[in-house]
């Protein structure tokens, strides 16, 4: 029997701080008048040697922002730019949030604790640095998901309700506040070098540079550091887009301030999953031209690293940064097709053969309104059913490519003897509006143990 996982040891970490203060601002957290703790991830937190702490610890620390020990002694907001809807903006930065503390996880990677709605930074604007409940609960159950579906993400790592009113003019107001921490793999954006670039620091550029190598890709920085950089981050949003697809999720807001150049997923606004593979689909009710619409996230990924390639441009020749940016095609294709098989449960069997399958899916999925996550879940290791919907022709050639497969798991978890597990934007609302009309948690709860018995069941 193998043995079972050994708890990780917390390990602090500043390395933020050898960058300068260039690079962020110290801030001081909002006080609440409340910090009533609603949700924290003691799976994320076991990660990271903080699982032991109690529930008045805990608050004390990511409600009040007491500084965790050998960590950062006060908050920092990080100073960034941003293409927002392809539209440059040289006046954002953590304007609701601010890195918290830094520490090793059980993978001895680097990690960030971040927040939103923890109040007002230099970079706030005209906004009062809160989070709403709503979307406090939201990101909650976006991470949840996308973590069960394989997709690299920040987690919510805890969820404390604050106690103010907060006027919002896109939803009924006044409305429930909470603070939010993140676990992330770096908070460094494309948007972070795109300021550098932008106020022609060149040695900053390099710096950054070679910190992003050397905490999140394990390199030293030689001549040819922001090539090596590019073609990392190249590769890594090329999965990010990649999982996007297979997940069937549209985040809503791909500006390069929100993609992180370790290719994790963040910060969750207006996000939803699509019900069927319809490439139109969008979830921010303000993409008017559908730029950041289901079918369009690759290349709304791969258009925001090309601004990482222009922002290092003044460090080195183009070519060999135009050599990497191009090499997202075939990352994504790749990366695509093995995210697909593993959510088809199948194991591949060869380029040729995998790129027909899944042309034959995606055909039958978009002809046939069918719903993404009860077709992954009927068709979880190559066994497609032959009557109900898949008895028409419309599914014919998938069922013949997807009889040559050979499963990479059986159907023996619990889970595949239920009802598929889906998060569209009705139990969405339905889960806020038992929080809202009766502080009801429960269905909250009984939805993210569910979201992880899927991502058992998947894992397996």
Known sequence: MAASPQPARYRPETTILALGDAFYDPVEAARFPETNLRFRNDRAAAEVGLDDLTDDQWIAHFGRFEPLPGSLLQPLALRYHGHQFRVYNPEIGDGRGFLFAQLRDDRNRLMDLGT??????????????????????????????????????????????????????????????????????????????????FLHDNESLRALTAYVLCHYYGEEAGDDA????????????????????????????????????????????????????????????????????????????????????????????????????????????????????????????????????????????????????????????????????????????????????????GREHSYWHGEPCSMLIDEVEAIWERIDRDDDWAPFHAKIAAIRGMGAALAG
Do not use: C
Request: proline share 5%.
């Open 116 to 197: 939103k709605g923890s109040g007002q930074t230099p970079w706030s604007r005209f906004g009062d640095g809160r989070l709403t409940l709503k979307g406090g609960v939201r990101e909650v159950l976006a991470t949840e998901m996308l973590e069960a579906l394989g997709v690299e993400t920040s987690r919510s790592f805890s969820l404390i309700e604050t106690g103010e009113a907060l006027e919002r003019g896109d939803e009924p107001s006044p409305t429930r506040s909470a603070v939010l921490v993140r676990l992330s793999h770096g908070h460094i954006r494309i948007g972070t070098f795109q300021r550098l670039a």
């Open 226 to 409: 922001p090539v090596s950089l590019l073609d990392h981050v190249v590769r890594r949003t090329a999965r990010l887009a990649a999982r996007y697809m297979a997940a069937g999720f549209v985040h809503g807001v791909l500006n390069s301030d929100n993609i992180n150049v370790t290719g994790e997923s963040f910060d969750y606004g207006p996000w939803r999953f699509n019900p069927t593979w319809n490439p139109a689909f969008t979830a921010a009710y303000f993409d008017h031209a559908g730029l950041y619409a289901f079918g369009r996230q690759p290349e709304a990924i791969h258009w925001d690293a090309a601004q990482l390639a222009v922002s290092l441009r003044p460090l080195v020749e183009a070519e060999p940064l135009i050599a990497a940016l191009d090499g997202f095609g075939d990352h994504y294709q790749r990366e695509v097709t093995e995210a697909l098989l593993w959510r088809l449960g199948v194991k591949p069997r060869g380029s040729a053969d995998d790129a027909a399958l899944i042309t034959a899916m995606e055909q039958a999925l978009r002809t046939t309104d069918t719903p993404i996550d009860r077709f992954f879940f009927d068709a979880f290791g190559g066994a497609l059913p032959e009557s109900g919907a898949y008895a028409g022709e419309a599914f014919a050639e998938l069922r013949r490519h997807l009889s040559s497969y050979t499963p990479r798991a």
